[in-house]
């Protein structure tokens, strides 16, 4: 047995010796990077907002019902990436807190 597998039947027998590494810096880096992305999604929105036609912003059908190359479908769009930026921005900030307590 050799390595990774030496280390791992050792720390099986031995948990109270079991260390990984935290990754601290990365993760915050990657935090702030997705941060950033949401920002910047978040700046296309408010300016699709501003040209938005009356009614449209209170309307789930009109957003809905709307293409993608009309100010609700563009917004449409730009919601469905920020809902995949902010599901992996808050599973990053879950096990930041795991990781650093």
Same mark, same amino acid.
Request: charged fraction near 30%.
């Given at each position: 047995?050799?390595?990774?597998?030496?280390?791992?039947?050792?720390?099986?027998?031995?948990?109270?010796?079991?260390?990984? &590494?935290?990754?601290?810096?990365? =993760?915050?880096?990657?935090?702030?990077?997705?941060?950033?992305?949401?920002?910047?999604?978040?700046?296309?929105?408010? =300016?699709?907002?501003?040209?938005?036609?009356?009614?449209?912003? &209170?309307?789930?059908?009109?957003?809905?019902?709307?293409?993608?190359?009309?100010?609700?479908?563009?917004? &449409?769009?730009?919601?469905?990436?920020?809902?995949?930026?902010?599901?992996?921005?808050?599973?990053?900030?879950?096990?930041?807190?795991?990781?650093?307590?």
């Amino acid at each position: 047995m050799e390595g990774y597998a030496k280390l791992a039947r050792l720390f099986s027998h031995f948990p109270e010796i079991i260390c990984f &590494r935290k990754f601290s810096q990365l =993760n915050l880096e990657l935090l702030l990077y997705k941060q950033a992305e949401i920002s910047h999604v978040e700046l296309k929105i408010k =300016n699709l907002r501003k040209s938005e036609p009356v009614g449209c912003a &209170r309307s789930w059908h009109k957003t809905q019902e709307a293409g993608v190359d009309d100010t609700a479908g563009q917004k &449409r769009e730009l919601f469905g990436e920020l809902d995949g930026l902010m599901c992996a921005y808050r599973k990053l900030k879950i096990v930041m807190s795991f990781i650093d307590h």
